[in-house]
């Protein structure tokens, strides 16, 4: 079946304490990206992969870090993470940057 | 960067009426623009989509018109059921591969 699969999909952590969130995806797409989502500002884009150890920076990618060294990978990464990135993130994918993506079940993330 | 502005925030319509939801962007050299649907607690779902060298396009009950003049862009929904309550996100992309979404508008329809 084709997806878009995030781990873990809650997860409640502490400030400072780094953390990851990883996305795979099966359906061999060339484009990637990450997205947060909070109530009354709809999502916006963190940071966006072309392909393979092609990465950019998308509307608000302070505080996070992405890596593409496979294709089918593209985890965030937030290397010290605070309050403000509680939030719901996505990961999505498309054959043919940006179009027609695919998101995946999303990561609902607390920093207290 | 994109400015992508949405409107309204919320609409109500009665079951079988029409909706219409309305998008404003700011970069001229945008030239693809999807329409997302949210349910409540779901991931959002790609409804339809349009490029900017297309004024309209249709799937069935949904359309999406596009005025690259005055930069702005619809969605329109006829004869609405009550699964199409849900939240609606416009979005707009350029020549940087970035991808800007609306704020969103929360459609319930009313039985």
């Known amino acids: 079946e084709a997806q878009v699969t995030q781990n873990p999909r809650y997860l409640i952590t502490v400030t400072g304490k780094k953390l990851t969130v990883t996305c795979s995806q099966n359906?061999?797409?060339?484009?990637m990206s990450w997205y947060r989502q909070d109530p009354g500002l709809g999502l916006r884009q963190i940071y966006y992969s072309m392909n393979v150890e092609v990465t950019d920076k998308g509307d608000v990618p302070e505080g996070y870090k992405v890596s593409r060294k496979e294709k089918r990978n593209f985890p965030l990464i937030l290397e010290s993470p605070s309050p403000n990135q509680t939030s719901l993130y996505f990961c999505?994918?498309?054959?043919?940057?940006?179009?027609?993506?695919?998101f995946g079940p999303g990561t609902r993330l607390t920093v207290t | 960067g994109e400015n992508v502005e949405q409107h309204p925030s919320t609409l109500s319509v009665q079951e079988g009426d029409s909706a219409v939801i309305k998008c404003t962007y700011s970069?001229?050299?945008?030239?693809?623009f999807p329409w997302y649907k949210q349910e409540l607690g779901k991931r959002p779902q790609l409804i339809i989509d349009i490029r900017s060298n297309v004024g309209e396009k249709k799937d069935q009950r949904i359309a999406v018109t596009l005025n690259k003049t005055a930069k702005h862009f619809s969605l329109h929904i006829t004869e609405t059921q009550p699964e199409d309550s849900a939240v609606y996100f416009c979005a707009a992309s350029g020549t940087g591969n970035q991808f800007y979404f609306g704020t969103g508008t929360s459609l319930t329809v009313i039985p």
């Open positions: 999505a994918s498309s054959p043919d940057s940006p179009y027609e993506q695919y």
């Open positions: 970069d001229s050299a945008s030239n693809y």
């Open positions: 359906m061999n797409h060339e484009y």
